[in-house]
């Protein structure tokens, strides 16, 4: 496996895909009864995730980071499995099966984040409404101000991609006001204010982005 890790590190990903793999087989037979096969395994095979990412082959990088989250128990590794195949899922366009992976499995991320990427994820399937009426109810409860501003902005999206350009604008504004530095609310205002066909202001917020 140290080979794949040197090739992993010199970005030479097909190479540490196929070390990668060879460890997996070599695992499987002469190190089976060993105790630490299960951690090894898992470590080669969240590597190997990692390889595939960045060729973009994400169905197989989720195949290996699924692995990784059905043999590991209550670990940190298994918190870190579950994170990545969140994040391929949402990419693949899988946001029901990546909502269930929230709901149900071991994400290890604080309360708040775990429910703004539950709600991202209700807005991508779909259930718009509740995406809304979530996003509204924890805005009412109090949040720190880093939250606030993820939050405005996640609102801002949703009402821009609904039609309701009006009330996108006054959530992105929010965010943008709360944090002058943050790139997401100048990106979203950039956004809704091309579709207002204030087309220099947008570039000039695309450009703060």
């Known amino acids: 496996m140290g080979r794949g890790k040197a090739w ?29 096969i ?26 290996d980071f699924r692995y990784v989250s059905l043999v590991q128990e209550d ?3 298994r ?3 579950n994170r990545k195949m969140l994040h391929r899922m949402k990419k693949l366009g899988m946001y029901d099966q990546a909502l269930a992976t929230i709901q149900s499995e071991q ?13 991202e994820l209700t807005a991508a ?19 720190p101000k880093g ?6 902005n996640l609102l801002g999206s949703v009402y821009w991609r609904e039609g309701d350009i009006q009330k996108a604008l006054t959530y992105v504004q929010t965010a943008n006001d709360l944090n002058p530095n943050d790139p997401d609310a100048y990106f979203y205002k950039g956004l809704i ?4 066909e204030g087309y220099e202001e947008a570039r000039e917020n695309w450009e703060q982005a």
């Open 75 to 77: 670990t940190e590794l």
């Open 125 to 143: 399937s779909g259930r718009i409404e509740a995406a809304i009426a979530q996003s509204e109810k924890l805005l009412e409860s109090g949040l």
């Open 38 to 63: 299960n951690e090894m395994l898992s470590l080669t095979y969240m590597k190997r995730g990692e390889a595939y990412v960045m060729l973009g082959q994400d169905v197989k990088a989720l195949a």
């Open 193 to 196: 204010l091309f579709d207002l």
């Open 79 to 81: 918190c870190e499995a």
């Open 107 to 119: 994400i290890c991320a604080d309360a708040v984040s775990w429910e703004l990427e539950e709600i």
């Open 8 to 36: 992993f590190s010199s970005g030479k990903w097909e190479s540490a895909i196929k070390d990668f793999t060879e460890a997996i087989g070599i695992g499987a037979t002469s190190l089976k009864e060993l105790e630490e």
């Open 147 to 152: 939250y606030q501003v993820k939050l405005n």
